[in-house]
């Protein structure tokens, strides 16, 4: 019986799979300290995820996926939700525990319930949205979110007595007769 190497990265409790079929486009990075810490990708669904380092061996980096919202990184940003809030809230309720090699291939990935990732994985629930801690590309987002949730929704009256509201007034060359 041999003991663990402490060098080596925590056991997965989840399922691995033989790859995940996204295509994913990194927008920007929140938090960086000589290397991306949290990063915000895209995938070719146009749904938003983050991507969190978690640790390395001698063989890969690992790191933590979700999905989340635009609303869910409103709230973030509005000091409403932490760091851990985002993962456990995330849209799909489970997340993805990705190793990367040296060449920054995806070698292996895993889909893990968030109560089975492991607790050294977990945010620290502590960090919350401060402008002079993140990367210029988060205020951007957050700029962006901002005007995006603001924005005034109105509801004009239909005049059809079937329909009582409508996104948009009827244009000028609509006439009830």
Known sequence: ??????????PIKGTQLPRLHF???????FLFYEAPLLSHLVNQHDE??????????ATYQRWLLYKTSYHLLYQY?????TDLDLLRNNPDGFAYIVDIDRNGEWQR???????????????????TYDPGDFQPYTEELHCYLELHF?????LYKKPESTVALA???????????
Not at 23 to 29: A, R, S, V, Y
């Open 23 to 29: 295509d994913f486009t990194k927008l920007g990075d």
């Open 1 to 10: 019986m041999s003991k663990n190497n402490p060098d080596d990265l925590p």
């Open 109 to 127: 990935v895993f889909v893990v319930a968030v109560e089975d990732i492991p607790m050294e994985y977990l945010p620290n629930g502590e960090i």
């Open 77 to 81: 940003f509005k000091g409403n939700l």
């Open 167 to 177: 996104a948009e007034p009827p244009s000028p060359e609509y006439r009830k007769h």
């Open 150 to 154: 603001s924005r005034q929704r109105k």
């Open 48 to 57: 938003d995820f983050l991507m969190q380092w978690c640790g390395n061996d």
